[in-house]
Structure formats: structure tokens, C-alpha cells
């Protein structure tokens, strides 16, 4: 069992920034793709950023450019900086893994005022 434990959200006004971090812990041989995706008010979830095991990123045109996303291997653990923020950010942000399946973080809200 793989477990996704988040941490790094919060209220934050438009303009600033927050860091999230996603530490994947049990058993885990090795892990694939690792990143986010967020789910705002009213909205389906959609995909912010990925990181493949190598290193190579995807991102959200949306946050293309404002958010960075990097990788640990040592630590299990993918931490994804946000600059800039928007109130159009805010939403319940979702770790995801793929250790021989997909497994996700149980969200951390993300707050962007005005």
C-alpha cells in the first residue's frame, strides 16, 4: 500500500506564493509519474503538473510560466512551487502517484484572496 501525505496549502493573497510538497511512503519499489491536480469550486478536476521519474514536466497551459514543479527520488517526494497566484487558483489541490496504479493525496485547499 502506498500512502500520499500533502502539506503547504493555506490562504495567500493574489500575487504571493505557496509550496506544496507530496511524500509517497509504503511500499514502494520504485515510482512513476508523480504531480498534481486541483479541483476548484464548481469545477472538475483537472491537471496542473506532472514530473516523469526522469525528470521531464507537463504543465497546465493556466499555470505555465507561475508554477514549478521539481522531484526528489530519494525522499518519494515532488514539491511544487507557486508564484503568482491568482484567485482563479483556488482549489483543493490532489497529489497523484503511479506505483503500478494511481494513488492520491487526500487534498490540501489552496486559497488565492483578491
Known amino acids: 500500500q502506498v500512502r500520499l501525505v500533502e502539506s503547504g496549502g493555506g490562504l495567500v493573497q493574489a500575487g504571493g506564493s505557496l509550496r506544496l510538497s507530496c511524500a509517497a511512503s509504503?511500499?514502494?519499489?520504485?515510482?512513476?509519474?508523480m504531480g498534481w491536480y486541483r479541483q476548484g469550486p464548481g469545477k472538475q478536476r483537472e491537471l496542473v503538473a506532472t514530473?516523469?521519474?526522469?525528470?521531464?514536466?507537463t504543465y497546465a497551459d493556466s499555470v505555465k510560466g507561475r508554477f514549478t514543479l521539481s522531484r526528489d527520488n530519494a525522499k518519494n517526494t515532488v514539491y511544487l512551487q507557486m508564484n503568482s497566484l491568482r484567485p482563479e487558483d483556488t482549489a483543493v489541490y490532489y497529489c497523484h502517484a503511479i506505483v503500478g496504479q494511481y494513488y492520491w493525496g487526500q487534498g490540501t485547499q489552496v486559497t488565492v484572496s483578491s
Open positions: 514530473v516523469t521519474r526522469v525528470g521531464s514536466t
Open positions: 509504503g511500499t514502494i519499489l520504485s515510482i512513476g509519474t
